[in-house]
């Protein structure tokens, strides 16, 4: 395992987006300390993703789909602990993972808030309905 992951963190390249990078709307995004302990992933394992940073805020917000691939492809490598993740891109054994949905629907408001929070849910909450189409 030491050297798959060893392997696995030479394949490592942190995004160079731009600083003001924002998803499409119905984007379901998560957090990042979210997407780390539900999928195993690591702080250089998370740089490599596009992600939307809040202004004035320390919030950012890294696509569920994005994070899915890039469990998977550890998984592959061979740099996730098999016990933990029995199957590519879900979460460890009994994760529930807190989403978000990319909002546009609040134009008028005076403090904008373009995430809506769809709370803690377990992971076949998640695949039944907002997962239908993967």
């Known amino acids: 395992m030491k050297t798959a992951k060893e392997e696995w963190e030479k394949t490592l390249t942190a995004w160079d987006g731009p600083s003001d990078f924002k998803w499409l709307t119905d984007t379901l995004g998560m957090y990042k300390s979210d997407a ?22 320390p919030k950012t917000f890294f696509s569920l789909a994005s994070v899915r691939k890039l469990a998977t492809a550890k998984f592959a490598a061979g740099a996730l602990p098999l016990e933990e993740f ?31 929070d769809l709370g803690p849910m377990a992971w076949v ?3 039944a309905f907002y997962l239908k189409d993967d």
Do not use: C
Request: proline share 5%.
């Open 86 to 116: 029995m199957l590519p891109g879900r979460p460890k054994n009994g994760a529930n993972v807190r989403l978000f949905e990319k909002t546009n629907k609040t134009p008028n408001r005076r403090i904008r808030s373009n995430w809506y």
């Open 36 to 57: 780390k302990t539900a999928f195993g992933l690591t702080e250089r394992d998370m740089a490599t993703l596009e992600h939307e940073s809040i202004q004035s805020s």
């Open 125 to 127: 909450v998640v695949e």
